[in-house]
């Protein structure tokens, strides 16, 4: 497997019957010798499990993916829960797919076989920042060092409708054996020349799948596990693929194939805004008496997001949208007179007002860098899944994200930027790239006042204010979560920032529901052996929070690049009352580091009896290519040795007294 490869296919759909052994393929297989023997992956002796088998047969012509897995235990680690325990297993289900026929089994180092017989239950693998991530998981009964743990499901696709797809080729684990089979969809395929195809694309893979009629297979063997580092890029583009496609002669090129989807996108988005005369007297009505171009378009802005967005409500059965009377739009009128919209449709109608008021305005398709990074020579137009508009105004084009929920003008939401986008236009479409949102554009500030107490406890109160992106990303994740959630939530994220086992208790919170205004959190927070004794002298930490980012630094060098969702500030000030009794005998010595892209500081202070310390950590990027690694690991390593400093208290003395004892 060799970085950077890439080989385009085309292929035309033979529409024939195949003869295979499909059925007798999903059957357990027989555990052989060899697996009962291997006891440790040639390489990496302490590896805590092997995979021995995997495979995968997506079918296009009734809609399922069969996986199965097998994998041996080979240390105790590797049975226990965790990120390299593998007894406790989480299958990934996305939003409106399902699974059927999971069926699971333990086989013992002495042959026993002991079958899962329990009920997976729903788990959250990730929640935040726009990333959520359900799976279906289980435990798998009795499992030791040595034991060979398999399990196999089917994941039906919604309604029957033939996705784009892909192999999943590179695992955590290593792979002994894998086999891949993809079954082309066999009925008729609507395209616009009315031909049939199925592309597919081949990215770090130097074997070829093989074609057989509408079959494509691959088998592999000793495929190395892929080792993530934190603070990454998604994984997804450094892993070996294969991606299918259908489709027509637009297939040919990647320029015909964006060229055609973005003739027809135009098509649908001027069709859906059209010229009407109720959205002109809307716009005129917005407006009323303003004159200043960009307090107008803030106003327009403002009234695209009353529109009850629906992308942020719950999937509704067809009795409940019947229920609700809730009808599909047809154009942007409708839009104005129902109240509600999709994504797409609510950012219609945003550029729709702006055009009323006379501002030259346009639909953005844009791709999202959540789970990848776009790539043009990809033929899958769900890489372009969401829309923004573009409006010129004050001789540049200004980016906003009406659609989505809670985000303040000039805003555009993270994923979003630092991305390629495609501009519709009537004369023609062009691909651009979104700007990144610099590091004001999302800001934390935590403000602690805190006491010590002689049994070196720490106590107190600690507010925090959440602004731009910071927000929108607590409220966005937030949605659909009751008050006991939110309130579980926060303390969980800020019992992060804190020495492991503190307790915080969220005391109250404003802003959920805001746009522009912070998510103001206040709480309490409790840390045990905050300080230590050394004689007469007590020791602490002169500032209290920890920093999210020093995961991203533990290793000497790096693979891959160091990746962060978006640029970011973090403004804290620490105000920690000194013990009675206590005198301060030294404290931190300011603390800068400064690059061209990041910057901290650090300074403490007396205040009267308390020990106040302000500290500022700004980061204005998003990507850094492994070379600016060392140089990064150096500006965090002076980050956390600045807020590890510790101050040295004494008992007895004044409390600006530096002599002796």
């Keep these: 497997m060799r970085p950077l490869r890439c080989v385009y296919l085309l292929v035309v759909v033979c529409m024939i019957c195949l003869v295979s ?30 995979q021995l088998y995997y495979a995968q047969y997506i079918n296009d012509n009734d809609g399922t993916t069969f996986y199965y897995h097998r994998i041996k235990i080979l240390t105790e680690k590797g049975r226990q829960p965790g990120s390299d325990g593998y007894a406790d297993v989480e299958i990934p289900i996305l939003s409106g797919f399902s699974i059927s026929g999971l069926k699971a089994r333990t086989i013992h180092p002495d042959g026993k076989i002991t079958d899962f017989s329990g009920k997976p239950f729903e788990k959250t693998l990730i929640k935040g920042k726009g990333i959520k991530i359900l799976a279906k998981a289980f435990t798998m009964p009795e499992v030791t060092v040595g034991s060979i743990i398999e399990y196999k499901y089917k994941i039906n696709t919604p309604d029957g409708v033939v996705y784009n797809s892909s192999w999943d080729i590179q695992h955590n684990l290593f792979t002994v054996q894998e086999n891949l089979v993809f079954k082309a969809y066999e009925g008729r395929l609507r395209t616009e ?25 691959l088998d592999l063997e000793n495929v190395p596990g892929f080792a993530s580092e ?39 988005a001027e069709h859906f805004i059209g010229n009407h005369r109720e959205i002109r007297e809307t716009a005129a009505q917005v407006i009323g008496a303003e004159t200043d171009p960009g307090q107008k378009l803030r106003k327009l802005y403002a009234r695209a997001q009353q529109i009850r967005n629906l992308a942020y409500e719950r999937d509704r059965t067809e009795q409940e949208l019947k229920k609700e009377n809730l009808k599909n739009n047809e154009n942007v009128v409708d839009v104005l007179q129902r109240g509600y919209g999709n994504r797409q449709e609510i950012t219609f109608f945003f550029v729709a007002l702006a055009r009323a008021a006379g501002f030259d305005a346009s639909v953005l398709r844009v791709s999202s860098r959540s789970e990848r990074f776009f790539d043009k020579n990809l033929p899958d137009s769900r890489q372009l899944d969401s829309d923004l508009a573009a409006v010129f105004i004050e001789g540049r084009d200004l980016y906003l994200d009406p659609a989505t929920k809670f985000c ?22 062009t691909f651009l790239n979104i700007p990144p949102a610099r590091q004001d554009k999302a800001v934390t500030v935590r403000t602690a006042k805190v006491s ?40 969980d994220e800020v019992r992060s920032w804190l020495p492991t086992g503190s307790v915080v208790t969220m005391t109250g919170a404003q802003g959920w529901d805001a746009t522009d205004d912070p998510l103001t959190v206040h709480l309490t927070i409790q840390v045990p052996s905050f300080a230590s004794f050394a004689g007469k002298r007590l020791l602490m930490p002169s500032y ?29 000030n620490v105000s920690i009352q000194i013990p009675s009794g206590y005198s301060l005998e030294g404290t931190s010595a300011q603390q800068n580091a400064n690059l061209p892209y990041a910057r901290y500081q650090l300074f403490s202070k007396v205040e009267g009896t308390r020990l106040v310390t302000q500290r500022a950590l700004l980061l204005n990027g998003v990507y850094f290519d492994p070379t600016k690694y060392k140089e990064l690991k150096d500006f965090f390593s002076k980050v956390q040795a600045g807020d590890e400093q510790q101050a040295v208290l004494r008992a007895g003395g004044n409390v600006n007294d530096k002599k002796g004892e």
């Design 21 to 50: 052994a499909w059925g007798q393929k999903e059957d357990w297989l027989p555990i052989t010798q060899k697996d009962l023997d291997i006891k440790e992956i040639p390489g990496n002796p302490g590896a805590s499990a092997i």
């Design 193 to 217: 020349d009315g031909t049939s195809q199925l592309s597919y694309t081949t990215v770090h893979l130097d074997k070829k799948p093989v074609l057989k009629g509408t079959t494509v297979t």
């Design 230 to 268: 934190s603070f990454m890029p998604p994984e997804a583009i450094y892993k070996p693929q294969v991606n299918f496609f259908y489709g027509g002669s637009e297939l040919s090129s990647a320029d015909k194939f964006w060229q055609k989807n973005g003739e027809r996108w135009t098509e649908s």
């Design 408 to 429: 303040p003008y000039g805003l555009v939401r993270w994923n979003r930027t630092s991305t390629a986008a495609l501009k519709l236009g009537k004369s023609g479409t």
């Design 452 to 491: 010590v107490d002689e049994d070196g406890t720490l106590t107190g109160t600690l507010d925090v204010s959440f602004q731009g992106g910071e927000a929108l990303e607590h409220r966005l994740d937030a949605l659909g979560t009751d008050e006991a959630g939110k309130k579980k939530n926060l303390e």
């Design 544 to 572: 209290l929070l920890q920093s999210k980012q020093k995961d991203a630094f533990k290793n000497a060098e790096r693979k891959y690049p160091v990746y962060f969702a978006y640029a970011f500030a973090e403004l804290d």
